[in-house]
């Protein structure tokens, strides 16, 4: 069997309102898998994926991602990971090559990857114009740029 990427153990998570949105949330995803995230409204989707990224605390339960548990390795585990939301946040006054540039500096990754990213998701030709003149799929293109940094 794969090592497990993703796994987390009786999650629950309760806004300050006292509105519980998990309940003794258990998962499992082996390395090489892919899976989808489904539900309707309110289910805990994204709250689900902002405790597993760190973005929220974990209230009760644990997370492990690539085999480390996240409260006690969360530096190492944030390097490996990259994620998209759905409205990316972008530098609008700046051009798609010096956004990914922002992020290289940031990540510490060599200054080639940025060719190589844009060039992955077809960006090449409009690198150097503002992202505020990126259309939505465009943005999100870029956004996918940098999580791939």
Known sequence: MNPLIIETKNLDFSFAS??????DLSLAVPQGSIYGF???????????????????????????LFGKDFAKNRMEVLRRIGSLIEQPSLYLHLTGRENLEIFRLSYQC???????????????????????????????RLAIAISLL
Do not use: W
């Open 110 to 140: 060599d200054k080639k990857r940025i060719g190589e990213v844009l060039e992955l998701v077809g960006l090449q030709k409009a690198a150097n114009k503002k992202a505020k003149a990126y259309s939505l799929g465009m943005k999100q």
């Open 18 to 23: 006292g509105q519980k949105i998990l309940q």
């Open 38 to 64: 489904l539900g309707p409204n309110g289910a805990g989707k994204t709250t689900t994926i902002r405790l597993i990224l760190g973005l929220l605390k974990v209230q009760t339960g644990s997370i492990q």
